[in-house]
T-cell receptor, first 115, second 114 residues
Framework: KNQVEQSPQSLIILEGKNCTLQCNYTVSPFSNLRWYKQDTGRGPVSLTIMTFSENTKSNGRYTATLDADTKQSSLHITASQLSDSASYIC??????????????FGAGTRLAVHP | DAGVIQSPRHEVTEMGQEVTLRCKPISGHNSLFWYRQTMMRGLELLIYFNNNVPIDDSGMPEDRFSAKMPNASFSTLKIQPSEPRDSAVYFC????????????FGQGTRLTVV
């Protein structure tokens, strides 16, 4: 069964601190893994997308890693800011014929950054 | 580009009424997705269109839900009759190209069925 599990479910950190969010998946056939940020009341916004051959990708203070062998990914946030408070969703694509990808969503990690 | 545009942003309706949600994808995108998000179940794919043709509707919960894409710039998701358990935020997303392209989400429609 295709599944994406994220941990922790929620996290509180102080402004300026670093944090790491985890994602484990069992998705086949794997196509790519994405991290989305979703602010309250808004749609998800893509942070990174990684294919099988990529094991790290950065977007500003966000760095995602991918270990395709262990089927794990992490999202590291450096020097957190209040605006980082949001839900972070790990999404894994399963590839089907004809170029169609089915996205399997994790439940998300709700991050709160406090001053 | 204004991004994916959804309307209305909020909808409150009585049980049994018909509800129509609308989506304008980003111009030039050939894939369109409808998602539903609730606290209990997170984000769920309802239906996926490619070049205006429904490819995967396995996520549509039941016959009360229907979706159409009459042209490349417009899609609707209809619920008839609506029920309180349909209350959720409904997102539309669009993308272009192959498997590893990014999907852009709209702001969502928050539906409340009372």
């Amino acid at each position: 069964k295709n599944q994406v599990e994220q941990s922790p479910q929620s996290l509180i950190i102080l402004e300026g601190k670093n944090c790491t969010l985890q994602c484990n998946y069992t998705v086949s056939p794997f196509s790519n893994l994405r991290w989305y940020k979703q602010d309250t009341g808004r749609g998800p916004v893509s942070l990174t997308i990684m294919t099988f051959s990529e094991n790290t990708k950065s977007n500003g203070r966000y760095t995602a890693t991918l270990d395709a062998d262990t089927k794990q990914s992490s999202l590291h946030i450096t020097a957190s800011q209040l605006s980082d408070s949001a839900s972070y969703i790990c999404v894994v694509s399963a590839a089907f014929s004809g170029g169609y990808n089915k996205l399997i969503f994790g439940a998300g990690t709700r991050l709160a950054v406090h001053p | 580009d204004a991004g994916v545009i959804q309307s209305p942003r909020h909808e409150v309706t009585e049980m049994g009424q018909e509800v129509t949600l609308r989506c304008k994808p980003i111009s030039g995108h050939n894939s369109l997705f409808w998602y539903r998000q609730t606290m209990m179940r997170g984000l769920e794919l309802l239906i996926y269109f490619n070049n205006n043709v429904p490819i995967d509707d396995s996520g549509m919960p039941e016959d009360r839900f229907s979706a159409k894409m009459p042209n490349a710039s417009f899609s609707t998701l209809k619920i008839q009759p609506s029920e309180p358990r349909d209350s959720a935020v409904y997102f539309c997303a669009s993308s272009f190209g192959g498997r590893n392209t990014e999907a852009f989400f709209g702001q969502g429609t928050r539906l409340t069925v009372v």
